[in-house]
């Protein structure tokens, strides 16, 4: 337990480290393993001394490099061989990693290494179809397991194959009836109409008592589409919030820490702060950050993106995100990771502030900052000169991704809150967005956002573009001209064909983004109009100030 805790705190601070101390630190190391060896086999466990020196000192690289230099000597040794795969994961070395992993199923067998382990492996690396053949070969063995049924469901989803999807997710209904997981995967593909049949077992499976609130909230969310489908409105609204209600049960809403995080941030990131840093950070990476809510329009705007022939389209990436709680914890622990009380209840903690801490860099650590993100993307990325980012939360960092990538183009993506609230309430999202659980505190979130972006128009201006989704769909091809405009392409007329792009997406937006543009959303919370009044006073001014930029 303490050797996993500390490799998580090593990870956390290995960014921010001392570089003098630690390439001095290293040195030695080396120096010490070459008078140690005689270039006699038996001294290959030199290497392995020298691999857990460096990661003492949170050199992953160089425990990395000694590791390998050992396992030239000692094939067969799975357990240094894990080791390294470890390591090559928390570098997000997937390339690596994946060929590593092939030499381990080789020499243990398959039934070694878990089928989330191999997954894993091939869908950092986006390879779906790779990840689809090898569910479909472990399907022929185990035609009943659920959780590969509903793998195999989602895979061919993200691959956009929904009949083929269906057909799995209906499978898994009959394995296991008791599980809510199927009814919301099919409910998730927006496309999928319930049958009356359907929509009454849902109904007879809710008032069963052996349900877990996780199966409960998700048949919740699956009727909630079900009867909006048969505009149903007002029983769609109810389980809509009866699923949200059980989530917030485990998902508090974090409003103490965001208005801490928002308040560092607009003390660390001032005017002043920018014309005194001035032009910083590593020119060799060309990111377009797709920032905004979540079912605001951001799936949309990459894949017009990914359709211009100069950008790679990659996905939701995690690096700024983790970038920024590498600062705070090496501001706050340091070295000293003793107090791992702190350390364990602060790394559960969404948003940490960190701003303060760049006023005190120097222009070598802005490049560090943009080099450690251009290494993580390089494995999302095909070779194109620009490539998309489109995690939507990184409109809180917009500082930091100013000043550690010049070169970034931001897109701030606005939609309605109307219909943004709406949208995220009917959404079963993964842990981290809580405020989607309530009406109330969506309200907040959105607020805050609108607040903070004007601070980066008022610090930054002219650093963000700001696409409305709404004229978006009413006027495509004006706004995606002075969307390529401001990122400095060339007009592709593959952009306005965005929907016959082939590639894969894994986001709920998925099936619409494959389409023509429509407009039939735009005014779709109206049909909850009289649910939503809480939302509507909640939200205030924001229902009109979304559209001031």
């Known amino acids: 337990m303490k050797k996993e805790l500390m490799m998580d705190v090593l990870d956390q601070t290995s960014l921010v480290s001392d570089k003098t101390v630690k390439d001095s630190k290293r ?67 997937f390339k690596e990693a994946s060929t590593q992993l092939t030499i381990m199923q080789e020499l243990t067998s398959i039934k070694n290494i878990s089928d989330n382990q191999r997954l894993e492996d091939f869908t950092n690396h986006d390879k779906y179809d ?27 989803k993200t691959l956009g194959r929904v009949e083929e999807a269906e057909i799995s997710f209906k499978q898994a ?19 999928y109409r319930f049958s009356e049949k359907e929509i ?20 919740n969310y699956a009727l ?23 989530k917030a049960k485990t998902e508090p809403y974090y409003k103490e820490g965001l208005e801490l995080f928002y308040q560092a941030t607009k003390a660390g990131f001032t005017k002043d702060y920018f014309v005194e840093k001035g032009r910083t950070g590593f020119e060799g990476c060309a990111p377009i950050f797709i920032v905004g809510l979540p079912r605001s329009g951001s799936t949309l705007t990459e894949q017009i993106l990914a359709s211009h022939s100069q950008v790679d389209g990659t996905r939701e990436l995690g690096y700024i995100f983790k970038l920024a709680r590498n600062l705070y914890m090496n501001k706050k622990f340091g070295k000293d990771t003793r107090d791992i009380k702190q350390l364990k209840i602060d790394s559960k903690i969404p948003f940490l502030p960190y701003a303060d801490l760049m006023a005190n860099f120097n222009t070598l650590e802005y490049e560090m900052g943009g080099r450690y ?38 897109i701030d993506v606005r939609r309605n809150p109307m219909s943004v609230g709406l949208s995220v309430f009917r959404q079963s999202f993964p842990k ?16 805050r956002y609108l607040d903070i972006m004007k601070h980066w128009d008022e610090v930054l201006p002219g650093k963000v573009h700001h696409l409305s989704y709404e004229t978006l769909v009413q006027n495509p ?49 109206k049909n909850y109009e009289s649910e939503l009044g809480e939302l509507k006073v909640a939200l205030g001014d924001a229902v009109i100030d979304y559209k001031r930029v």
Request: hydrophobic share 35%; proline share 3%; with cysteine.
């Open 27 to 93: 040195k030695h190391i080396d120096t010490l393993c070459e008078r140690d060896l005689d270039g006699t086999e038996k001294d290959s466990t030199t290497f392995m001394k020298a691999a857990k020196a460096c990661f003492s000192i949170e050199d992953l690289s160089g425990s990395v490099a000694y590791l390998q230099r050992y396992l030239t000597l000692n094939e067969t040794d799975t357990t240094a061989r894990a080791r390294l795969i470890f390591l090559l994961k928390k570098l997000e070395n």
């Open 130 to 156: 790779e990840a689809l053949d090898f569910l479909e070969k472990k399907l022929e063995k185990f035609p009943n397991h659920f959780r590969l049924l509903i793998r195999h469901g989602d895979i061919l």
């Open 173 to 191: 209904s009959i394995v296991k009836p008791l599980a809510g997981m199927p009814y919301w995967s099919l409910a998730n593909l927006k496309s």
């Open 200 to 219: 009454a077992l849902m109904q007879s499976t809710l008032i069963k008592s052996e349900l877990t609130d996780n199966d409960r909230a998700l048949f």
């Open 224 to 246: 909630g589409k079900a009867l909006e489908d048969n505009q149903q409105y007002s029983e769609s609204f109810k389980h809509y919030t009866h699923a949200n209600k059980i």
């Open 373 to 410: 993100y251009d290494e993580k993307t390089m494995a999302h990325r095909q070779g194109a000169p620009f490539f998309t980012d489109k995690l939507p939360n990184n409109f809180m960092h917009i500082g930091l991704i100013h000043q550690i990538l010049p070169n970034a183009k931001i």
């Open 432 to 447: 981290g967005l809580s405020f989607s659980n309530d009406l109330n505190n969506f309200a907040d979130f959105y607020q």
């Open 477 to 525: 091809e004006q706004e995606i001209r002075q969307l390529l405009d401001y990122c400095e392409l060339p007009f592709e007329e593959g952009c306005l064909n965005f929907h016959e792009t082939k590639r894969s997406i894994k986001t709920p937006s998925a099936e619409q983004v494959k389409q023509p543009m429509y407009t039939d959303s735009i005014e779709q919370w």
